[in-house]
C-alpha cells in the first residue's frame, strides 16, 4: 500500500521540478529503486496513471533503475552483492556487515519539453 | 530536455520529520517510533512502559492505526494525553500526520512522546516523524529469522525489544542466534528482553527509556 504516498510524493517532486525547469510537458522520469526499499514497480505506473491525470506528466512513461542490494563487511571491508537474502561475507564468512545500497528512492532526472 | 533531479522521493516527508523535530526540541520532548508486525505487543509495551514510569517522565502517545480507536480508548484509560490517527488504508505514519497529531497534544507538560506506528515491518522504516529513537519489538512466536528478512528496519533500529519472552517454552526462538544475526547488521542496536504478561525484563526496558531520554 505505501506505493499511493510514494507515488504521490513522486508526482509532487517531478510537478514542481518540471514548473521550477519551465517544462510544458513531462515526457519520462528516470526513477532509481534499491531493491530493499520494498517499492514495487508495477504499482507505481498503476497509481502514477491516476495521479499524474490532467497534469503536465500526464502520459508521461516512468524508466525504472533498479540499484541491487550490497553490503560491505566490517572485518575485511569486502563490498558485495547480498543475494537471496546470504547476509554472509563471500571473502571471510563474517556475518558483520553493513547495508552500504538498495534503499534508494529517488528521481534521478525528468525529460521534459 | 533533460532536467537533473537527483532528489529522494520522500525528501518533502523528510522536511516536514525535521519541523516535527525542531518543535519538539524546542519544548524538551523524546519521542520513540515504535514499529513491529501487527500483534507484536506495540501497544501493550506502551502501557507497560506508563505503568513503570509514570510518577517520574510525563508521556503523551501518539497512535497509528489503518482503523479504530480501540488502541488509544486503552492508552487514555491511563490518564496520559493520547492522539489516535487513522491513516485509511495507509500501511505506516508519515511525517505530516504526526505533525498534525502534535498540535492537538499538550507539548509542554510531556517528556517522553511515545508513538506507535501502524503493525508493518517493512514501510514505517521509510517515513521519518521526527523522532530520537526508532524502537523495534518483535514477538518470541514470530520466529527468530525475521533479521534478514527484513534487514532494512533491524539495521535502523536503536532498540530492539523481545517481547513475549514467556512464551519461549512453547515457541521456538533461539535467542543466541537472533543476537548473533542482530550483532552482525546492527551492533550499536540495544536488544531487551520483555514479557508484559509476567513483566520480566520491564524494569530494565524501563531504564532503557531513561538513558535514551535528553537530559
Not at chain 2, 525535521?18 to 520513540?32: G, Y
Not at chain 2, 518483535?138 to 527484513?150: A, M, N, R, T, W
Request: proline content about 3%.
Amino acid at each position: 500500500m505505501h506505493e499511493m504516498a510514494i507515488t504521490q510524493s513522486m508526482v509532487n517532486l517531478v510537478l514542481d521540478e518540471a514548473k521550477k525547469g519551465g517544462a510544458r510537458k513531462v515526457k519520462n522520469i528516470n526513477l532509481v529503486l534499491g531493491e530493499l526499499s520494498g517499492v514495487v514497480g508495477d504499482c507505481v505506473q498503476l497509481y502514477f496513471g491516476l495521479m499524474s491525470k490532467d497534469t503536465i506528466a500526464e502520459g508521461a512513461t516512468i524508466s525504472f533503475k533498479t540499484v541491487a542490494t550490497q553490503a560491505k563487511c566490517r572485518q575485511c571491508a569486502r563490498v558485495f552483492e547480498v543475494k537471496d537474502s546470504e547476509w554472509l561475507c563471500p571473502e571471510c564468512h563474517s556475518i558483520s556487515i553493513e547495508l552500504v545500497s538498495g534503499n534508494e528512492l529517488f528521481v534521478e532526472s525528468i525529460e521534459v519539453e | 530536455m533533460e532536467i537533473k533531479v537527483l532528489k529522494d522521493i520522500l525528501s518533502a516527508n523528510d522536511q516536514i520529520a525535521e519541523r516535527n523535530r525542531a518543535l519538539l526540541d524546542s519544548k524538551k520532548v523524546t519521542v520513540f517510533n515504535i514499529m513491529s508486525s501487527p500483534g507484536s505487543g506495540k501497544t501493550s509495551l506502551i502501557l507497560e512502559t506508563i505503568r513503570a514510569l509514570k510518577k517520574k517522565v510525563r508521556i503523551g502517545v501518539i497512535e497509528g492505526d489503518i482503523a479504530s480507536s480501540i488502541d488509544a480508548q486503552k492508552v487514555g484509560e491511563e490518564k496520559v494525553p493520547v492522539v489516535q490517527i487513522n491513516t485509511g488504508g495507509e500501511c505506516h505514519l508519515e511525517a505530516g500526520q504526526v505533525g498534525r497529531a502534535l498540535e492537538s497534544l499538550p507539548l509542554d507538560r510531556i517528556d517522553l512522546l511515545l508513538i506507535e506506528n501502524v503493525g508493518n515491518l517493512v514501510c514505517p522504516g521509510e517515513f521519518k516523524l521526527g523522532e530520537d529513537k526508532k524502537v523495534l519489538i518483535l514477538s518470541v512466536p514470530e520466529g527468530d529469522d525475521k533479521v534478514h528478512k527484513y534487514p532494512l528496519l533491524f539495521s535502523m533500529a536503536d532498540a530492539i525489544v523481545i517481547s513475549k519472552i514467556d512464551l519461549l517454552p512453547y515457541a521456538r526462538f533461539d535467542i543466541p542466534a537472533f543476537l548473533k544475526a542482530v550483532k552482525g547488521l546492527n551492533p550499536k542496536a540495544r536488544v531487551l528482553k520483555v514479557s508484559c504478561t509476567t513483566h520480566e525484563g520491564i524494569e530494565e526496558w524501563a531504564e532503557w527509556v531513561i538513558s535514551a531520554m535528553r537530559r
